[in-house]
């Protein structure tokens, strides 16, 4: 997922170039929204843009373009997410209580994209984060104070759950392999497993969720179930003797999700911390990302006080793999490793889960949080196999999940995976098995007489979600067959436009807000779809690295926006 940075700072002398040129233009200025946005928006929190985004409005004003300039202006305007990640644990406390503060001193309420788990991405475009369980923790405990007492919406870990370690064999690894590689093979339209005895689709039997034994998603398992129980329960533990992250806490070592879950005890911290730093990649990415990763933040790190020291990225050392750092810290090309053993991906999915549990445990207590998990999208997993992730997660801790980060699935598709996700934990919750919830793919029909049967309709019972609307206006792009050796369709793909702006009022009970999670305008990466490179061949030009700002594609944004702006 590519992470991209927002930098907190208007320079004076960009704000001087853009006023100078508008100000005998006032219509402009009337076509961004003003102050009665905030109240249309629901009061959510607007970080401010870096000096790239300016200078192109700048310029397009300066060449008479005034339409897009107010179009460009107007997106930057729009309430969006801060990224954090790659920070220290006193640089990301100083930035989040910065941002909290700001946003509660206007009445309005901050996003918070949190993007430092350890092994992030597989160790591609976005990779980077904390170096092990013990750093991350104490960056969440950082975070936590951060946020102290103040509001905040919190999009926890973008990626993290819908690429876990175990996944990175299937997604490629640091190799340059792309996350939607890893996704479920859905089965389609067919019966469930609990009615045919078929086989789980991949997710489940990839990783490791039933481990632990049927008792802890509940109900009795089916046949197919019980095989892959079987053949699960096999691999579960990392073998006798195995070497384990060293700062992994010892129940932990001890092996499997199970372990995870049971690790993570009562958070110490009083809040999170948010970085205005863009995640390159949308959360639920395909390509770098299984389900829209959040692409690499831009590398302008925000200081306390609001200055920006800019760390321009390098450039990737080998222009063949699309390995480009997502993460604000991790400019550099990631180095490639010998390939994980399976214990060792095992010890690493073990160690995720409880990563992820730690920080819901110390977030979602603070007064004013709410934590929503990572769940992917519609394209990536299946509804069972990302529901045993987010249990072995600790969703039963948080308010709910976060859907399409980064990527471009349509408002129906996410809307309808939200409440299905959200149906089946509630099943789970009250004994049933995580088998028999219907998928995605089930008949929109059938699906909706099963959950009038077996779900009670009390969304005040069940976990809600929050879905990213930042680039989904036109919907996934779809590549022409063949034209592409790896077409790349979550890499800055061509004419995709802004979607619904960000609110609290969805209309939908289950649906807690629609976000711009990623920051549109910046890269998803240096997009080579299959080639040598430099040059991405769908545009003809060389992409910008994950995180910086696209000019190009920020036009499209604004161009296709659905609804205009």
């Given at each position: 997922?590519r992470?991209?940075?927002?930098i907190p700072?208007?320079p004076?002398a960009?704000l001087?170039?853009?006023?100078?040129p508008?100000?005998?233009a006032?219509?402009v200025?009337?076509a961004v929204p003003?102050?009665?946005r905030a109240e249309?928006l629901?009061?959510?929190?607007t970080?401010?843009?870096?000096?790239?985004?300016y200078r192109q409005?700048?310029r397009?004003?300066?060449?008479?373009?005034r339409?897009a300039a107010?179009?460009?202006?107007?997106?930057?305007r729009t309430?969006h997410?801060v990224w954090?990640g790659d920070?220290?644990?006193?640089e990301?406390e100083q930035?989040?209580?910065?941002?909290t503060?700001r946003?509660a001193?206007?009445?309005?309420?901050?996003v918070?994209?949190l993007y430092?788990?350890?092994?992030r991405?597989?160790?591609n475009?976005s990779?980077?984060?904390a170096k092990?369980?013990?750093?991350y923790?104490?960056?969440i405990?950082?975070?936590?104070r951060g946020?102290g007492n103040?509001?905040?919406?919190?999009?926890?870990?973008?990626?993290?759950?819908?690429l876990?370690?175990?996944d990175?064999?299937?997604?490629g690894?640091?190799?340059?392999?792309?996350?939607?590689?890893a996704?479920?093979e859905?089965p389609?339209?067919r019966?469930?497993?609990a009615?045919?005895g078929?086989e789980?689709?991949g997710d489940?039997?990839?990783?490791?969720?039933f481990a632990?034994g049927a008792g802890v998603?509940?109900g009795?398992?089916a046949r197919?179930?019980a095989?892959?129980e079987?053949?699960?329960s096999?691999?579960?533990a990392?073998?006798?003797?195995?070497?384990?992250?060293a700062?992994?806490?010892a129940?932990v070592r001890?092996?499997?999700?199970?372990?995870?879950?049971?690790?993570?005890?009562?958070?110490?911290g009083?809040g999170?911390?948010?970085?205005?730093?863009?995640?390159?990649r949308p959360a639920?990415?395909p390509?770098?990302?299984p389900t829209?990763q959040p692409?690499a933040p831009h590398?302008d790190r925000?200081?306390p006080?609001?200055?920006?020291k800019?760390?321009?990225?390098?450039?990737?050392?080998q222009?063949?793999?699309?390995?480009q750092?997502?993460?604000p810290?991790?400019?550099?090309?990631?180095t490639?490793?010998?390939?994980?053993?399976p214990?060792e991906l095992?010890?690493r999915?073990?160690?995720r889960y409880a990563?992820i549990?730690y920080?819901?445990e110390t977030l979602?207590?603070?007064?004013?949080?709410k934590v929503y998990?990572d769940?992917?999208h519609?394209?990536w997993?299946?509804v069972?196999?990302?529901v045993g992730?987010?249990?072995?997660?600790?969703?039963?801790h948080?308010?709910g999940?976060?859907i399409n980060v980064?990527?471009?699935?349509?408002?129906?598709?996410?809307?309808?995976y939200?409440?299905?996700?959200?149906?089946?934990?509630?099943?789970v919750?009250?004994?049933?098995n995580?088998m028999?919830?219907?998928d995605?793919?089930?008949p929109?029909?059938?699906?909706e007489r099963?959950?009038?049967?077996h779900?009670?309709?009390?969304p005040?019972?069940?976990?809600?979600?929050v879905?990213?609307t930042?680039?989904?206006?036109?919907?996934p792009?779809?590549?022409?067959p063949g034209?592409?050796?790896?077409?790349?369709?979550?890499?800055?793909?061509?004419?995709?436009?802004?979607?619904i702006r960000?609110?609290?009022r969805t209309g939908?009970?289950l649906?807690?807000?629609?976000?711009w999670?990623?920051t549109?305008g910046?890269?998803d990466?240096?997009?080579l779809?299959?080639t040598?490179?430099?040059?991405?061949?769908?545009?003809?030009?060389?992409d910008?690295?994950?995180?910086?700002w696209f000019?190009?594609q920020?036009l499209?944004l604004?161009?296709?926006a659905r609804p205009?702006l």
């Amino acid at each position: 997922m590519r992470r991209r940075r927002t930098i907190p700072t208007k320079p004076m002398a960009v704000l001087a170039a853009i006023a100078l040129p508008l100000s005998s233009a006032a219509a402009v200025y009337a076509a961004v929204p003003r102050e009665p946005r905030a109240e249309a928006l629901n009061r959510l929190y607007t970080p401010p843009a870096g000096t790239a985004p300016y200078r192109q409005v700048t310029r397009l004003v300066r060449h008479g373009d005034r339409g897009a300039a107010a179009g460009v202006l107007a997106m930057l305007r729009t309430p969006h997410a801060v990224w954090y990640g790659d920070e220290t644990p006193e640089e990301v406390e100083q930035l989040v209580r910065a941002t909290t503060r700001r946003a509660a001193r206007r009445g309005l309420v901050p996003v918070l994209a949190l993007y430092n788990a350890p092994g992030r991405d597989c160790g591609n475009y976005s990779a980077g984060g904390a170096k092990g369980t013990a750093e991350y923790r104490a960056w969440i405990d950082a975070v936590a104070r951060g946020i102290g007492n103040r509001r905040a919406l919190i999009v926890l870990e973008p990626d993290s759950l819908a690429l876990l370690p175990s996944d990175c064999d299937r997604a490629g690894g640091a190799a340059g392999g792309h996350p939607e590689d890893a996704r479920d093979e859905f089965p389609g339209e067919r019966e469930s497993a609990a009615e045919t005895g078929e086989e789980l689709d991949g997710d489940v039997l990839d990783s490791e969720l039933f481990a632990g034994g049927a008792g802890v998603l509940g109900g009795a398992p089916a046949r197919a179930e019980a095989e892959a129980e079987a053949r699960l329960s096999a691999q579960a533990a990392p073998p006798v003797g195995t070497d384990l992250p060293a700062d992994l806490p010892a129940d932990v070592r001890a092996g499997g999700p199970e372990d995870a879950r049971a690790d993570v005890g009562t958070g110490t911290g009083a809040g999170n911390t948010v970085t205005d730093t863009p995640g390159g990649r949308p959360a639920g990415q395909p390509a770098e990302q299984p389900t829209g990763q959040p692409a690499a933040p831009h590398t302008d790190r925000p200081t306390p006080d609001g200055t920006v020291k800019p760390t321009q990225p390098a450039r990737p050392t080998q222009p063949t793999q699309p390995t480009q750092p997502t993460q604000p810290t991790q400019p550099t090309h990631p180095t490639v490793r010998p390939a994980p053993t399976p214990a060792e991906l095992r010890a690493r999915t073990a160690a995720r889960y409880a990563e992820i549990h730690y920080a819901v445990e110390t977030l979602e207590p603070l007064p004013g949080a709410k934590v929503y998990l990572d769940a992917g999208h519609a394209g990536w997993h299946s509804v069972t196999g990302i529901v045993g992730r987010l249990l072995h997660a600790g969703v039963d801790h948080a308010t709910g999940f976060a859907i399409n980060v980064s990527h471009y699935q349509t408002d129906e598709d996410n809307a309808w995976y939200g409440r299905l996700i959200s149906s089946c934990l509630a099943y789970v919750a009250d004994g049933g098995n995580i088998m028999d919830c219907p998928d995605q793919r089930w008949p929109r029909l059938r699906a909706e007489r099963w959950l009038e049967i077996h779900v009670l309709d009390e969304p005040e019972e069940m976990k809600h979600f929050v879905t990213d609307t930042s680039r989904n206006g036109r919907g996934p792009w779809t590549p022409r067959p063949g034209r592409h050796a790896d077409p790349q369709p979550w890499c800055n793909p061509p004419g995709r436009g802004l979607g619904i702006r960000p609110t609290t009022r969805t209309g939908d009970p289950l649906h807690d807000a629609a976000l711009w999670v990623k920051t549109p305008g910046e890269s998803d990466g240096q997009c080579l779809r299959g080639t040598a490179g430099p040059l991405d061949p769908e545009r003809g030009t060389v992409d910008p690295e994950a995180g910086q700002w696209f000019p190009e594609q920020a036009l499209e944004l604004v161009r296709f926006a659905r609804p205009a702006l």
